[in-house]
């Protein structure tokens, strides 16, 4: 491509690229079948937008990239001037706090990510054959905006290895992180994956399951078209429950799952349990191409076990009968380890326009990778898998 420049646009709204520009660049491959990420789909973005779960007022104010070459967009990215760090999942207050107590100004700063979605996937997107200099330009572009509107840094988060790899050799600062996720080692069911357990672990799911499909009342896994309104109706008391505990208040807002429930009923799985002709307690699952993402929890009545058979066991459940290879599971918990869930690296990518403070960030993020990665191998010695399946996974 020399001699040929590539221009970068900036809008507030995606309905200014359009559905066919954006999933070309993000999900050609939903041209015969699922996207691999729903996540970055423009129906999935556009209900945020629409919904007003982003935009003035929540800290996520939209200005997405488009790169184009010769009038047509080769590749796109979700970024957004953020005013604070929360939603995100890769934690960045210390070093707001640390920026800020030595005189700067931490926000707002520039987030290419998807907003309260702490699954990987690509975040710059490109339309196949522009790869690199659809990525290169994303890059370039968004460094540029932070620069001409002195915004302390860039972060890209949740971004695939290749992305993160590609992204250091720019100049990027790559930060290691870690999720649970289960795995698919090709199981025929659910009984298959439990053989592959220690019998003691074996035997506690097995305890688990049974408590928690004796609570009383029945649990069905709910696809498409039959998921009616009024399911959402029960998920949005679930999921303000579980918002006002663990954020202080929920990021969606209730029409985000209106318009998802309009556009989206097909890439979703939702677990609800009823007693008594009553929905008591419910988990929302996305389906992509070949993963599984659990994404929300919540209840009006708790029973034992019955978070672990909701959010974890159908889940495994769903990813077999659906030939999926992996459930990532959303961020932290250790507590996934003893149900089959294993330590994966996850990355980031980031630029701090201040010199002195990105080396001292430079310098942490290498202490941090080494404590990762050792944290890594030692949970996954404490897995729940026979020992000759730890030493395959490893």
Not at 158 to 180: D, K, P, V
Request: glycine share 10%; proline share 4%; charged share 25%.
């Amino acid at each position: 491509m020399t001699g040929q420049t590539i221009e970068i646009n900036v809008v507030q709204s995606l309905s200014q690229i359009g559905e066919e520009a954006w999933d070309a660049c993000a999900c050609p491959e939903s041209s015969d079948g699922r996207p691999r990420d729903p996540f970055t789909t423009y129906r999935f973005l556009k209900a945020l937008e629409d919904s007003g779960s982003v935009g003035p007022g929540t800290g996520w104010e939209p200005r997405y990239l488009s790169a184009n070459l010769n009038g047509q967009i080769i590749a796109t990215a979700p970024l957004y001037v953020k005013s604070h760090s929360q939603g995100e999942y890769i934690f960045d207050h210390n070093w707001a706090h640390a920026f800020e107590r030595a005189g700067g100004r931490y926000y707002p700063k520039l987030q290419i990510a998807v907003p309260f979605t702490p699954a990987t996937g690509r975040r710059l997107l490109a339309r196949p054959g522009f790869d690199v200099s659809g990525m290169s330009a994303l890059v370039q572009g968004a460094v540029q905006l932070a620069v001409d509107n002195d915004l302390s840094s860039l972060h890209i988060t949740f971004c695939t290895q290749e992305e993160a790899e590609a992204g250091e050799q720019m100049g990027l600062l790559r930060r290691t992180s870690q999720q649970f996720h289960w795995i698919n080692q090709d199981y025929a069911n659910f009984d298959a994956f439990l053989e592959s357990l220690s019998s003691r672990k074996r035997k506690a799911i097995r305890k688990e399951r049974r408590q928690a499909q004796g609570f009383g009342g029945e649990i069905r896994m709910l696809t498409g078209d039959d998921i009616e309104p009024e399911h959402w109706d029960a998920f949005w008391t679930f999921y303000q429950d579980t918002g006002a505990r663990k954020w202080g208040s929920p990021y969606l807002t209730r029409e985000f799952f209106e318009i998802a429930h309009a556009t989206m009923r097909d890439d979703i799985a939702l677990v609800m349990a009823s007693r008594g002709g009553q929905d008591v307690a419910g988990a929302l699952n996305f389906i992509g191409r070949d993963t599984l993402y659990g994404r929300y929890w919540g209840c009006t009545e708790h029973h034992p076990c019955l978070h672990f058979e909701l959010c974890y066991y159908q889940a495994i459940d769903l990813a077999i009968r659906l030939g999926l290879d992996r459930v990532e599971a959303g961020a932290q918990g250790e507590h996934k380890l003893a149900r089959g869930y294993l330590p994966v690296e996850t990355h980031s990518l980031h630029w701090v326009g201040d010199r002195g403070f990105a080396e001292a960030i430079a310098r942490y993020l290498d202490e941090e990778r080494a404590a990762v990665n050792e944290d890594i191998e030692v949970l996954t010695s404490y897995g729940p898998f026979k020992r000759d399946r730890i030493e395959e996974q490893q």
